[in-house]
C-alpha cells in the first residue's frame, strides 16, 4: 500500500471515493514517477446539422471523434529525461504512435478505473520557469494528442 493510504470509510454511506489526488500515469506501458497533474482528459464528439426533405426542423446526428490534449506534470530529475527523449525522439521524425494511462485510485490505493488513451504522440514538452531566488521543485510539462479514450472500470 502506498505512503497516502488509508483505510475505507465505513457507515451507513460507506464508500471508498476517488480522489483527484490518487491516480497513476502510464506512458507506452511504464508508470511515470513523480507525476504531480493530468489535465485535459476528455472525450468530445462532433455533430453535424441536417434537414430532411420539406421538414423544417434542423437536426443533427453524431460525425466524428474529436481527438483531444492531455497535459501531464511531474517534478523534473536529472535521473529522468526520459520525456525529453520521448519528444526529441519524435521531433526527429520518428513519429510511431504509442498508448497512455490514466489509472484512478481509491483511499486505499487500490486501482478502481483506468483510461487507456490510443494513438498518443507527444506535441509539446516544456520545462518550468528556472528561478535563483526560489528553492521550489522544478517542474516539467508534456502535453500528448490522443485519439481516442477506452475507460475500463475495476472489479472488486
Do not use: C
Request: charge should be negative; avoid cysteine.
Amino acid at each position: 500500500m502506498p505512503g497516502w493510504g488509508r483505510a475505507e470509510k465505513s457507515g451507513e454511506k460507506g464508500g471508498d471515493h476517488n480522489l483527484s489526488s490518487h491516480f497513476d500515469f502510464e506512458l507506452e506501458g511504464t508508470k511515470q514517477k513523480g507525476v504531480t497533474s493530468v489535465s485535459g482528459l476528455e472525450n468530445a464528439l462532433q455533430t453535424v446539422d441536417f434537414v430532411n426533405g420539406n421538414d423544417t426542423t434542423v437536426r443533427s446526428r453524431v460525425a466524428r471523434n474529436k481527438s483531444g490534449n492531455l497535459v501531464v506534470k511531474r517534478y523534473y530529475t536529472a535521473g529522468d529525461d526520459d520525456w525529453v527523449q520521448y519528444h526529441q525522439t519524435h521531433l526527429k521524425g520518428d513519429t510511431k504512435r504509442g498508448t497512455a494511462s490514466v489509472i484512478l485510485k481509491n483511499m486505499a490505493g487500490e486501482d478502481t478505473g483506468r483510461f487507456d488513451l490510443m494513438e498518443v504522440q507527444p506535441i509539446r514538452w516544456k520545462l518550468g520557469e528556472l528561478r535563483s531566488d526560489t528553492s521550489g521543485n522544478l517542474e516539467e510539462e508534456l502535453e500528448i494528442k490522443f485519439e481516442t479514450v477506452k475507460y475500463t472500470p475495476m472489479a472488486k
